[in-house]
């Protein structure tokens, strides 16, 4: 109980987060917000997207762990500075195992049970829409969780109808002993593992990131002569893509790396600040990640006067071929190692050809192009990262995997190995690709990659 300003005491019920200038509620404004509301329920057939293909998900992850308890939180907020939070993403196994990938499912916990030697019954442990019965405060006071506040969460009865998954309050979940995602190395590896292999939703959820990423460089290109006239001209173009990301799907997969001259040297350039000069070339890495999570991962280096110079376009022609020797070894049964391996060989002749290697063997290369080549995709842009070696790194590939192909030369400006020529020229090249039965499938083909047909689309979008 605290002290009204009119002299009158308060209700002010301990753990409620409210904010420190959040004025006092007397008892007769609490008694009246707790009545006069109009049922408010959801529409009966609304259904998380995934709801047809979790069960599946589950039931194999059941059949690793017979016996045991296994418990996957959807994770808690973060503070980004004082009382305000970074926004929520739920953890990807989370998600992936109940198709819940909204902002309301902080805190939330998946537990599967055994119900014997073998099999597990899923119970989803949320916290239910905020009640308004006298003295719940919740709905109209608590900043992180009340209903006025952030918005609605389905009740119990209505997040079993969209999950299909038995659900219970999170007070009652107490501490469950059993793996956990997140600190059990078995647990957390497998759900990684379970998740290198796409089933064909999620190969429609990754197609849908792709285009709305095609869609976010086109804006980008139409977007250039603004972006040329401002003092931080790549932040203008970081804010383009989002503004396409956060509209089409849940935002960016990860923070857009709009590098313009030597930035593009650096890998994760995502301090975007700095302004465009239209002789250089723009590296732009970005993904609209869906409603659904699943994020694109595209790179194209362009010329940001919209024809590249004759040394840009050799540059990107090595890049290019190395990337085109990579596709071309991506099949089921391949190593996942080869394609970064016949990329890397072309632009280690390459970099001999031009007189800055001796000699294409050994290492030497890595010097310029400073990381691996591709990652699989999904949930994350570096999805099932916790796949032990020998299922992911040192496996091969399987049909109805997703991943990326992104050779890239960086060309340090203050690298005396080079001619002047080079210095300070970064290109990538970045696509998506889905494994097929026999070869790949380019899923980020409709944005040009070739240096002819770069020049032609961008004319063609900035002539529009
Ligand atoms: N965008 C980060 C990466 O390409 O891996
Ligand atoms: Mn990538
Ligand atoms: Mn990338």
């Known amino acids: 109980m605290t002290e009204h300003p009119t002299g009158r005491r308060t209700d002010r019920p301990a753990g409620l987060p409210t904010g420190s200038h959040d004025l006092p509620v007397s008892p007769e404004l609490s008694a009246f917000m707790a009545g006069g509301w109009a049922p408010s329920p959801l529409p009966a057939d609304t259904r998380v997207d995934a709801h047809a293909v979790t069960p599946a998900r589950r039931a194999r992850l059941s059949a690793r762990f017979p016996g045991e308890r296994l418990i996957v939180p959807a994770g808690e907020l973060k503070v980004r500075s004082n009382d305000c939070d970074h926004r929520f993403r739920p953890h990807s196994a989370y998600a992936w195992l109940t198709g819940l990938t909204g902002e309301d499912q902080v805190g939330h916990v998946l537990v599967l049970e055994p119900t014997g030697p073998h099999g597990h019954e899923a119970v989803l442990h949320l916290r239910p829409r905020s009640p308004r019965a006298e003295g719940d405060q919740e709905f109209h006071r608590d ?3 009340g209903e006025f506040w952030v918005g609605r969460r389905p009740d119990l009865a209505e997040a079993e109808r969209l999950t299909g998954i038995r659900c219970a309050h999170l007070d009652h979940l107490g501490t469950p002993t059993g793996r956990r995602a997140g600190t059990d190395p078995e647990l957390t590896a497998v759900l990684s593992e379970l998740r290198l292999v796409k ?5 429609g959820q990754l197609q849908r990131a792709v285009d709305h990423t095609t869609i976010g460089f086109e804006d980008v290109v139409r977007a250039l002569p603004q972006a040329l006239a401002h003092p931080r001209g790549e932040r203008w173009i970081e804010g383009v893509f989002g503004l396409r990301a956060r509209a089409e799907g849940n935002g960016t997969g990860y923070d857009t790396i709009a590098a313009s001259g030597a930035h593009a040297c650096v890998l994760h350039w995502i301090r975007n600040e700095g302004r465009l000069d239209p002789r250089d070339l723009l590296l732009l890495d970005a993904g609209v990640e869906t409603d659904s999570l699943y994020t694109a991962d595209i790179t194209r280096t362009l010329p940001l006067s919209g024809r590249f110079s004759p040394v840009q376009r050799e540059v990107y022609e090595l890049v290019l071929a190395a990337q085109e020797a990579g596709i071309a070894a991506l099949r089921p049964g391949a190593r996942f190692r080869d394609f970064h391996r016949a990329g890397m060989r072309v632009l280690a002749e390459g970099l001999t050809a031009w007189g800055v290697l001796r000699h294409p063997d050994g290492d030497l290369y890595r010097r310029y192009t400073l990381c691996g080549s591709g990652h ?12 032990r070696a020998g ?9 109805g995997q997703v991943l990326t192909v ?11 190995t080079l001619p002047a020529a080079l210095r300070g020229i970064g290109v990538r090249v970045e696509d ?8 790949a499938r380019l899923m980020s083909g409709a944005l040009p990659r070739t240096p002819d047909a770069i020049e032609e689309w961008m004319g063609t979008l900035l002539a529009s």
């Open 406 to 416: 992104e050779p890239g030369l960086y060309l340090q400006p203050d690298d005396e």
């Open 376 to 387: 699989m995709l999904g949930l994350d842009v570096h999805d099932c990262a916790q796949a």
């Open 391 to 399: 299922t992911y790194l040192d496996g091969v590939l399987e049909e």
């Open 432 to 439: 998506d690709l889905v494994i097929t039965a026999d070869g």
């Open 143 to 145: 900043r992180r969780h």
């Open 199 to 203: 089933d064909a939703w999620e190969i």
